[in-house]
């Protein structure tokens, strides 16, 4: 019989299930301790997974802790790294380098030498070697002025600072800033400067009548001012207001804040003044700059004889190559090689010379706390002067070979005697100027290094080839200058440095492929040599267009009107054609 069910039911008589024991057997009948064991690690696991979830909750219900997961994930590798010794970085790790980053020339030298000297398939390098000219030829063409020149607004003295180049460019942009201001310029005074050490005066390096004459119906020109002009400022010229001029500045600023001050002092000065005014002006800027740079500044009588006489002697030496040379800019000088602080082959005493030589000429310049000096980043990124040996390499890569008459035009080359013996044998018709001159002829500009270097710029400026391994004021102006003589073409090699660092590191090389690589960059600069002046390029530089015009062009289709300041007007000229009142003829 079955148990009745006490409780109301809807009319079925249905069993009852059997009640439920209150424990589970297993407690109450643990059968061994194994068992035991197991029901505590299920209770242990119990616990750590309700830990997990409570915090899981947690973080869920609070998103924002999240916003710190960054934070600690980066503690946590920093602490991580801090803990760890570096020291067990594998040593083929630790001596990996850049290619091109240590001087290996040497090597080099020594594996392609014996390859180089056997290998008679070179062609006539010097008559071959410029072949381009995709710009077509060009024609200086600067416009000069032959009527007269309305009344000065004042007197503009400036001070040259730097090298003979770096002096030139601030002549030429004075004569730019007076003719633009309509301004009377005093003879640019030389600053003497603590490196080169040079005291010369404008017409110790320049042929000021000449100069006066090229630009008087362009610019006012005097050697001095006026005495009673002078006497308003005691006759002292630190009195005159001196401007301080940023570099590169628009020709805007002349217009707006120099001008002003001009025409209520009648005379004002400018010091220093290279790279004062910007390379892009108004084509009228521009063509005082082109006449001054190259039709007005022609070296002094001694420096323009002494230059043409270097030259005739380097074409009868060239006799075997019709009286053709190359000239190269090598800048090796102890000055230039601490400059660079690129390291070389000299050892402890290269360290000890280079170390001492910067602080000779740059105190506390390179030794200043935080300053890192390194040398192979130097190197791969093309800013180590080439040294002699590599230069030679290079060239006769090109397809010179030792019956090449060269120039070398450079100051005292660091550690000569050892750095230039691979360079003589590589071109034994190697010339100095102190080779080519005697030291009679060479004493009167021994001693400075404005004209030694103006003698040297002579010979550079009539070879057939220019060879610039560094940058610097002197190629950028032979560029230009060479340009200008040269229909457009600059018939200059500049060779792409970082590409020949990587070359010279690597001994492996062969004569054949290396010679691919050095024969590519000279048609590169070959193809180059016609260039067009971009955007902040310099007119020194890239006289085409501003200078120059196309062979073909039977007129100069660049005429403007002058644009000149008077007192108590505007821009006249070219910028705004309503004030124009100068009817002065070209």
């Keep these: 019989m079955h148990a009745k069910n006490r409780l109301p039911s809807s009319g079925h008589n249905t069993p009852s299930p059997p009640a439920s024991p209150l424990r589970s057997p297993r407690l109450r009948h643990p059968r061994s301790g194994k068992t035991a064991a197991r029901f505590v690690v299920g209770v242990n696991r119990s616990i750590t997974q309700r830990i997990a979830w409570i915090v899981l909750t947690f973080l869920l219900r609070r998103q924002g802790v999240f916003l710190f997961a960054p934070l600690l994930y980066i503690s946590g590798m920093l602490f991580y790294m801090g803990t760890v010794s570096f020291d067990v970085v594998p040593d083929v790790i630790k001596s990996r380098r850049a290619p091109g980053s240590v001087y290996r020339s040497p090597e080099l030298y020594a594996k392609l030498r014996h390859e180089m000297d056997a290998d008679n398939s070179s062609s006539d390098a010097m008559s071959t070697i410029w072949k381009h000219a995709k710009g077509g030829d060009w024609r200086p063409c600067i416009n000069k002025f032959s009527g007269g020149l309305p009344e000065s607004n004042g007197y503009i003295y400036v001070e040259a600072n730097g090298g003979l180049n770096q002096q030139r460019t601030s002549i030429c942009n004075a004569v730019a800033v007076a003719g633009y201001l309509n301004a009377t310029l005093v003879i640019p005074n030389f600053h003497f400067h603590s490196i080169w050490r040079d005291p010369s005066k404008f017409s110790d390096i320049y042929d000021e009548e000449f100069f006066v004459k090229t630009l008087e119906n362009d610019v006012r020109i005097v050697d001095t001012v006026p005495g009673y002009l002078m006497e308003r400022f005691d006759r002292n010229l630190t009195n005159v207001f001196n401007f301080r001029i940023k570099a590169w500045a628009p020709v805007q600023y002349y217009r707006d804040t120099v001008l002003p001050r001009l025409l209520e002092e009648k005379f004002i000065r400018i010091s220093p003044f290279a790279n004062r005014l910007s390379f892009d002006a108004p084509p009228e800027v521009q063509r005082l700059r082109c006449l001054a740079n190259y039709e007005a500044l022609r070296f002094s009588s001694p420096l323009l004889t002494m230059g043409q006489t270097l030259v005739s002697r380097m074409k009868e030496r060239s006799k075997i190559n019709g ?264």
């Design 323 to 586: 009286g053709k040379y190359i000239s190269v800019h090598l800048r090796f000088e102890e000055d230039m090689v601490a400059f660079s602080c690129c390291v070389y082959d000299g050892g402890s005493k290269e360290s000890e010379d280079m170390v001492a030589a910067r602080e000779r000429g740059w105190k506390g310049k390179f030794t200043k706390p935080g300053r890192v000096i390194r040398p192979g980043a130097n190197r791969v990124n093309g800013k180590c002067p080439l040294t002699p040996l590599e230069v030679g390499l290079m060239l006769r890569g090109m397809g010179f070979d030792k019956s090449t008459s060269i120039f070398l035009a450079s100051g005292r080359i660091y550690d000569s005697e050892r750095h230039m013996a691979p360079l003589l044998e590589m071109f034994p018709l190697l010339q100095t100027k102190e080779m080519l001159a005697s030291s009679e002829e060479l004493a009167p500009f021994k001693n400075y290094s404005s004209r030694m270097a103006a003698i040297d710029y002579t010979v550079c400026l009539h070879s057939e080839v220019f060879v610039t391994t560094q940058g610097g004021n002197f190629p950028h102006f032979l560029l230009g200058h060479r340009r200008y003589l040269f229909n457009g073409h600059s018939k200059t090699i500049r060779p792409d440095k970082r590409k020949l660092a990587v070359y010279f590191d690597n001994p492996k090389i062969g004569w054949r492929t290396f010679k691919r690589h050095m024969l590519s960059m000279r048609v590169h600069s070959d193809s180059k040599g016609i260039e067009l002046k971009r955007p902040n390029d310099s007119i020194y530089s890239f006289p085409c267009p501003n200078c120059m015009c196309r062979a073909n062009k039977t007129e100069d289709s660049r005429t403007v009107p002058p644009i000149m300041m008077k007192e108590n007007e505007k821009v006249v000229g070219g910028l705004e054609q309503e004030f124009v009142h100068d009817s002065r003829t070209r």
